[in-house]
Every structure is written in structure tokens, then in C-alpha cells.
């Protein structure tokens, strides 16, 4: 067998391993039930010797790094969670912790919720934060032993990337003091429960069909019910989980969440599962796998901002009084996200202490040192060009295909030319190609604001 498919097998293994592993996770598979995750043995001197062109090789060093990465952080993590406690004392009674960590969407249990998980959060960011400098200490040593290349999905320069972020926090954040005063909010944990709106409106069941049905006219249906498989999993409390098996197997298991806070992390984490199964099937491991996906995170962010559509939200049969409250919830919603998100790009190397206060700056409140937690994302950067992605792609359909571009055929298609290179592009080339100005997601952004 030639050196360059030894890599790609090697490749291909581990990631279809790996999102095995989270599966089994999900279900509550543990010790010798759960898959073991197959990391690749391929040393500097092979990987040179392989033959590959220069986009698949960019990519397959990205996903030998983010190997190497994992393969020393992984027992590390695993020796954090098994260093939490998995109870607390919450109003006297010993609680789970995932008991508590969802009490705090209560806003009569928010604030003794936030003081029964707080000793575990400082001590669950400290340890991350460990975690995540042994990680990218590993990535680094294989980067530097194979000389890396940029590669076609690498973005912007570092400090581009963190002055767009600095752009966004400083063109938000008089909006975001404003609605946390409206709202009450004193405490950055006193969010949750003000995002945690709309649970008359919108129920956890059927939530994917509701969210596929609102882009049916895009004629993509058949890709994902084809690709994009619901995991029979226990649910994040929080977020979408997205594992890709094989290209053709996508699993995704939504949040517990209902609401309008439920409704937008699903619907992000469609997005990003429909970004993944549009990827041409011909390319090979590293590129049909996209390692930093920004194209895919950019449609996650895209189909958020759709469930937060007017025009989406009366075909579903919404009156105009609840269209509007949700519109104005999930507004909200999007506007913490990429303010977090924002923070998280800004964070890099900061101390605990630091990192909270970034927190503090983002959600517009005072803060607790455990609310680092909510920062420190290995996947920060390709994040956050996502989010801004996603922004700007809304508002680049918009002007090509009106309002309701997400009800016309004729915008998949630039939907399909943006995924079906996988790592061969980025969400920056892909607007470079639609025309989008350098500033439209600020305005977009600025637009979703303004109705918060």
C-alpha cells in the first residue's frame, strides 16, 4: 500500500473511532462497553514521504495535529471529570450535578444553583485550562516536526481574528448593557433563565422536523434525511452534539433545552450537520472532513438565525404577539453567542481570573472566577469565523434571493458551491465569491440587535 493511503486510512480511522466513541458517550456506554478511539501512529518521516497534493496535504497535517492534540489531553480530561464531584447540596438536598446545572435555568433556583456549582466550576476551568495547554503543546511539537503549511481553511491571521473579535464586543457592548438592565440581570448566571424563554412555543419533540421543514423550499431535505441520523442519546443540557461516523452517517442528538434557547442550538446544530453532508463524497479523508469547518459552522449559524426569522416563525403558525417574542428571545440568544464567542477568541493564555472577567464583559454582568468555564474552547477561533460567517452569509442570501431566501431553490446553490469543497475552502473565500462586503456581518449582527 502507497505511504499517502497508509495516512489516509490512518486518518479516516481515528475520526470515524472517535465520533463512534461520543456516540457511545451519549448512550451512556462506559469502561469496556465503550469503542476505543484508534489514534493514528504516523511519524514525521512517513508523512513527508507521502504523496500528496499541496491542499491534502495542509489538511491531513491540521487533522494530525488535532490527533496529537487529543491523543495527550484526552486521559487528562478523563482524569478532571473523574476529580468532580457528580453531587452537590442544592436548598439542602444532595442533587446530581446535572440536576443543579439545569436549576439554574430556574430563576427562583438560579442564584443557590450558581453557589452549589460554583467550587466545581473554578475547579472544572483551572483544570481545562491544564488540559488545553498540554493539548496544544503536543499539536505544536507535530506541527513544528513536519514544517506546517497554512492550509485553504486556516482563516485570517491570528490578530485579524482577534481585532474583528475586540470590533464585535466594542460595537455590542452598550446594547448588551442595555438589554441586561431591561432584563434584570445582575449576575452573568442570571441569563439562563432570561434566555430560557418560550417554552410554551417551542417543545423539544420534533424539533429537527420543525427546523428542516422551515428550509424545505431549499429543496435539501433529501440530503439530510440521507446523512444526518438523530442519536438515540441522553441530551447535553445545552448544546447540539454533532459526530461524524463515516460521511454518509452523521449522528446528531439535540439539547434537553426547550424553548427558544433549545430551538437555536438545534438548529445550529443542523446547520452544521447539513454544511458536513453537503461535502463532495469524492475527496479524500482529510478534505472530506473538514478539520476547522468553518463553512459548516457558518451554516450553523445561519439556520439560528433563521428560527429567528419573522417570516419563519408565522409559517409556523405563530400569532403575531408570540412571533414577536420569540423573535426578540432569540435575538437574545445570538447576540450572547457571538459575544461569547468573541471572548473566547480573546482569551488565549489568560489566567482564570482573566478569563472570567472576559465572561463578565460579554454578558454584560458581574461575574464569579467559575464563570471561566464558559471560555477556553480548543475550537475558538474556527468558532467564532463561523459565527461571523454565518452572519454575513445570512445577509448575502438575502440580498441575492429577498426575505424569504431560505424558502427558494435557487439558494441551495450557493449553499452547495460553498460545502462541497470541504477543507479545500474556507467561509471567508466562499463569501469572497458571493461579493459579501468585509463589514456585513457587523451590520447583520447589528440588525439582530436592534430587535433584542
Known amino acids: 500500500m502507497e505511504t499517502h493511503e497508509r495516512v489516509r486510512q490512518a486518518i479516516e480511522r481515528w475520526r470515524g473511532s472517535e465520533a463512534q466513541a461520543w456516540v457511545a458517550a451519549w448512550e451512556g456506554l462506559d469502561g469496556d462497553e465503550a469503542p476505543a478511539v484508534v489514534f493514528p501512529r504516523v511519524d514525521p518521516e512517513t508523512f513527508h514521504a507521502a504523496a500528496f497534493g499541496p491542499d491534502e496535504r495542509a489538511a491531513a497535517t491540521a487533522h494530525l495535529a488535532r490527533a496529537a492534540y487529543e491523543r495527550r489531553a484526552a486521559p487528562l480530561r478523563a482524569e478532571l471529570q473523574a476529580s468532580l464531584p457528580a453531587t452537590v447540596r442544592l436548598e439542602g438536598d444532595l442533587v446530581p450535578v446535572s440536576e443543579a446545572v439545569l436549576a439554574l435555568l430556574d430563576a427562583s433556583r438560579s442564584r443557590p444553583a450558581r453557589r452549589a456549582l460554583e467550587p ?8 481545562a485550562l491544564a488540559v488545553q495547554r498540554h493539548g496544544a503543546a503536543a499539536a505544536m511539537e507535530w506541527l513544528g516536526a513536519v514544517e506546517a503549511q497554512g492550509h485553504p481553511d486556516g482563516g485570517p491571521p491570528a490578530d485579524d481574528t482577534r481585532a474583528a473579535a475586540h470590533r464585535l464586543l466594542e460595537l455590542t457592548d452598550d446594547a448588551m448593557r442595555d438589554l441586561a438592565d431591561r432584563q434584570g440581570v445582575e449576575r452573568a448566571s442570571d441569563w439562563l433563565p432570561v434566555l430560557h424563554r418560550g417554552r410554551d412555543l417551542f417543545r423539544p419533540e420534533r424539533r429537527f422536523q420543525r427546523i428542516a421543514a422551515d428550509i424545505e423550499g431549499l429543496g435539501l431535505r433529501g440530503t439530510l434525511a440521507s446523512h444526518v441520523h438523530v ?11 454533532l459526530a461524524v461516523r463515516r460521511p454518509e452517517d452523521i449522528r446528531l442528538a439535540g439539547p434537553a433545552l426547550d424553548g427558544v434557547l433549545g430551538e437555536v442550538f438545534a438548529a445550529e446544530g443542523l446547520g452544521r450537520a447539513l454544511g458536513l453532508a453537503l461535502v463532495s463524497g469524492d475527496l479524500s479523508p482529510a ?17 439560528a438565525q433563521v428560527v429567528a426569522d419573522p417570516i419563519a416563525l408565522r409559517r409556523r403558525g405563530l400569532t403575531r404577539s408570540e412571533t414577536e417574542r420569540a423573535q426578540r428571545s432569540a435575538a437574545a440568544v445570538i447576540l450572547v453567542v457571538a459575544r461569547l464567542a468573541a471572548a473566547d477568541v480573546l482569551v488565549a493564555g489568560d489566567a482564570l481570573e482573566a478569563r472570567s472577567a472576559w465572561v463578565g464583559r460579554a454578558l454584560g454582568a458581574d461575574v464569579e472566577p467559575g464563570s471561566a468555564v464558559c471560555l477556553g474552547s480548543s475550537a475558538a477561533r474556527p468558532r467564532f469565523r463561523g459565527v461571523l460567517g454565518g452572519l454575513a452569509l445570512f445577509a448575502a442570501l438575502r440580498e441575492l434571493h429577498d426575505e424569504d431566501w431560505f424558502r427558494n431553490p435557487r439558494a441551495a446553490e450557493p449553499l452547495r458551491g460553498a460545502a462541497t469543497p470541504g477543507g479545500r475552502t474556507s467561509i471567508e473565500a466562499v463569501l469572497g465569491d458571493l461579493g459579501a462586503a468585509p463589514d456585513l456581518a457587523f451590520e447583520r449582527l447589528l440588525e439582530i440587535v436592534a430587535r433584542a
Open 120 to 127: 466545581i466550576a473554578c475547579r472544572a476551568a483551572s483544570g
Open 231 to 241: 442519536a438515540s442519546a441522553t441530551p447535553h443540557p445545552f448544546r447540539a452534539r
Open 287 to 303: 478534505l472530506r472532513r473538514p478539520v476547522a469547518a468553518s463553512v459548516s459552522r457558518a451554516f450553523g449559524a445561519l439556520l
